[in-house]
């Protein structure tokens, strides 16, 4: 590389060859003052005005809103995310097995209660259909159809047995809500924001592409006016699609053609927001207009009692008296809860980062957990069922102008107001209007399907990820395929960990850079020094795997050239004992007469026909021996080898242990081992672990590579160059 071929500003730089301890001798310090523990507990749960603040973000945000300049675009997002929010929440609680207001519940309390603790301004708190169908698939799990009589018999008993099962099930979803919410404020206290990155985007998205697919065959019963038994639990997807085909034959044709109409109108409108967006001041609330009109048709033509077309039914008005969840269930809805907890944070953050970044402001991972806790916690007292960040109702609220939180209020006022006065409104409502447009709205969840072709290209372990959390999760059931995930996600990590990148560096010439020679021509390694690198911690899990590619890449293995040079030192005193016998034998054979010399060749107890076979084996051995000599040779060429430890930021004992293994064998064969680039977290688990010692000094450290190839070359150049011993310079 001719770098005055290139127009680049140069630079100059004369100093010292950096060992750390070098460094660490001429540089002082700071001191840091260390807290205890008891010290450091008291201060986290000290009270202070800036903890309250950040606590409860709104008492920061509010006394400082800008009235004039955000109040108009909050109203207008808050009122077109809250019309969108009412037919969402009305279809929501059917795949949550709740009756439709506790939807509407769903989408009141917590809204509010986020809009004082959470710390995004763009999200919409409420409903969303991932964690809809997990609350469902829990409350069908404890409270299954069979527990109680047939609800499709007209009869007083089958009326009762229903209204016991929605009661059993509206317990159920309210304490998830109650323990989900109290696993996600524990964990923000503890500030384990930190767990979402255990979620990796491929594993979310492969995730709830599973879960749209279980709630999109969820609705087929309703599209087409069959009645079915809800299904929970591992294959629960494909054993509810094959119950839909089985009774596809008691299908209602007035139903489907109901719903038909919807998804075409919802698919129709929705296109035409996407084309127009940039010209409308606002989407057409399309999800609102075809439940206005689907049951404006439904009570004018009577739809339920004519043609059997199932109706939302009784929605009672007003607000429910708070109650206490039922916690003798919570055993039961442990785990369930842990998943829908991490799934609901893991939607909320990650849509609140991307709304943070593309406007400018910040949002607090930790404080996310805390608001949504209290959302969940709070809000089961209502008798909602768990909550989390809708990214369809996210997108419109921020697309319709909303600037604050003000925005989430203003549309669980418009909620607020069909539970107390315009509830009554929508019992008409068909089923099967709800069904088309929960499925509508999955269209985009669906299409990450494309991701599969995507990852192909750019990762595999990636669409590995994708593939374990799709799969997983379809046949397990979402608790058990996230949990399947999750564990397969960390196996992903320690594999690469395992699996790292092994080079060796050589030098762009004249400069300090060191690139791996196998990839450009230009680099070209330095003459008698070996520069190893790896990309990953040195620990027990690929230590083996380290050792072995540093043998393979510097084509030298110590141990082998040693016992090398045992078999060619044994063999050469071999050869130089038998040469002697055979001079010692010729010269009696001169000087004795014929009669005396077999006599004197016995006694010396070397047979004439050893004699000839050491003789005539000479050429074999000689052979053999230039071979052992020339791989011995290939270690006397290098004097140094260098460990890169820059892409390095651990080293446990069994790490510490190899190294010193390392060190020995090479220097037993005449080769100096350094280390270059030791991060101070890697010479702090060095010094932890009683790394250096007599034969293992801190001078083996140094600054940078080519610190460490100045000192290489600068000791070769003493006499003739051989490293015999190590030097201690």
Wanted: hydrophobic share 45%; proline share 4%.
């Amino acid at each position: 590389m001719d770098v005055s071929e290139v127009s680049l500003p140069m630079y100059n730089i004369s100093r010292p060859v950096y060992t750390l301890e070098s460094i660490q001798t001429n540089l002082h310090r700071r001191e840091k003052l260390k807290s205890s523990r008891s010290a450091k507990l008291l201060q986290y749960f000290r009270c202070s005005t800036k903890k309250a603040l950040s606590f409860i973000p709104i008492l920061e945000w509010l006394p400082k809103y800008p009235v004039k300049e955000y109040i108009l675009g909050d109203i207008i997002s808050g009122l077109s995310t809250g019309m969108m929010q009412l037919p969402q929440s009305l279809a929501y609680a059917l795949l949550a097995a709740v009756p439709p207001v506790f939807g509407l519940y769903s989408s009141f309390f917590p809204v509010l209660l986020y809009m004082i603790f959470g710390t995004s301004r763009h999200v919409s708190i409420g409903t969303f259909a991932v964690i809809s169908l997990m609350v469902g698939g829990v409350a069908v799990k404890l409270a299954p159809d069979k527990m109680f009589h047939d609800s499709s018999v007209n009869t007083t008993n089958s009326s009762v047995s229903h209204e016991a099962r929605d009661a059993m099930r509206i317990q159920v979803a309210a304490a998830t809500a109650f323990l989900s919410g109290i696993i996600q404020f524990c964990l923000g206290l503890l500030h384990f924001g930190f767990v979402v990155v255990y979620l990796a985007e491929p594993l979310i998205r492969g995730f709830t592409t599973a879960a749209a697919v279980h709630v999109f065959v969820s609705q087929l019963k309703y599209l087409l006016g069959i009645k079915t038994k809800r299904f929970g639990g591992p294959l629960s997807a494909i054993y509810t699609f094959i119950a839909v085909c089985f009774n596809i034959k008691d299908t209602n044709v007035t139903t489907v053609i109901v719903g038909a109409i919807c998804i075409v109108i919802l698919l129709v409108v929705k296109k035409l927001n996407d084309r127009f967006k940039a010209k409308l001041p606002a989407p057409i609330p399309v999800e609102l207009i075809v439940v206005i009109i689907s049951t404006g048709v439904s009570a004018g033509m009577n739809l339920n009692e004519n043609y059997k077309v199932d109706v939302v039914g009784y929605i009672p008005t007003g607000l429910r008296a708070p109650v206490l969840p039922d916690f003798s269930l919570l055993n039961e809805i442990f785990a369930d809860s842990i998943a829908i907890a991490i799934v609901g944070f893991s939607m909320t953050i990650s849509m609140a980062k991307i709304f943070s970044l593309r406007h400018g402001y910040s949002v607090n991972a930790n404080q996310e957990l805390i608001a949504l806790g209290i959302c969940n916690s709070i809000g089961s007292f209502f008798q909602t069922f768990p909550v989390t960040t809708s990214m369809s109702r996210s997108l419109v609220q921020e697309s319709t102008g909303g600037k604050t939180e003000i925005a989430g209020g203003i549309s669980a006022l418009v909620v607020l107001l069909v539970i107390v006065a315009l509830g009554f409104l929508f019992e008409p409502l068909p089923q099967t209007a709800l069904a088309a447009i929960v499925m509508v709205n999955l269209k985009g969840i669906l299409k990450q399907f494309q991701d599969i072709p995507f990852l192909w290209r750019i990762s595999k372990c990636e669409l590995a990820l994708w593939l374990v959390a799709f799969v997983a999760s379809f046949l397990l059931g979402l608790d058990y395929g996230l949990m399947v995930s999750v564990v397969f996600a960390m196996i992903t990590v320690v594999y690469r960990t395992q699996s790292p990148k092994y080079r060796i560096l050589g030098q762009i010439p004249n400069t300090d850079i060191y690139l791996d020679v196998e990839a450009y021509e230009e680099v070209q390694e330095i003459p008698g020094i070996k520069i190893f690198q790896s990309n990953a911690p040195l620990y027990f899990a690929n230590t083996d795997m380290y050792v072995s590619a540093l043998h393979k890449k510097t084509e030298i293995d110590p141990v082998a050239i040693s016992l090398a040079k045992k078999k060619l030192e044994r063999k050469m005193k071999e050869a130089q004992l038998a040469e002697g016998r055979k001079k010692k034998t010729n010269l009696k054979l001169i000087k004795s007469a014929k009669g005396a010399a077999k006599h004197e060749v016995v006694s010396e107890d070397v047979p004439n026909e050893e004699i000839q076979n050491g003789v005539s084996s000479v050429p074999e051995t000689m052979e053999h021996d230039e071979e052992l000599a020339v791989f011995i040779k290939s270690a006397t060429d290098t004097h140094s080898l260098i460990l890169d430890f820059n892409p390095v930021n651990f080293v446990d004992s069994v790490g510490a242990k190899v190294l010193k293994a390392i060190i020995k064998t090479y220097g037993e064969i005449g080769i100096n081992v350094f280390m270059a680039g030791c991060s101070e977290s890697v010479v702090e688990d060095l010094n932890r672990l009683d790394f250096f010692e007599k034969s293992v000094t801190r001078d083996l450290l140094f600054h940078s590579v080519h610190d460490a190839v100045l000192h290489c070359q600068n000791l070769a150049s003493f006499g003739d160059g051989s490293f015999t011993e190590r030097s201690d310079s």
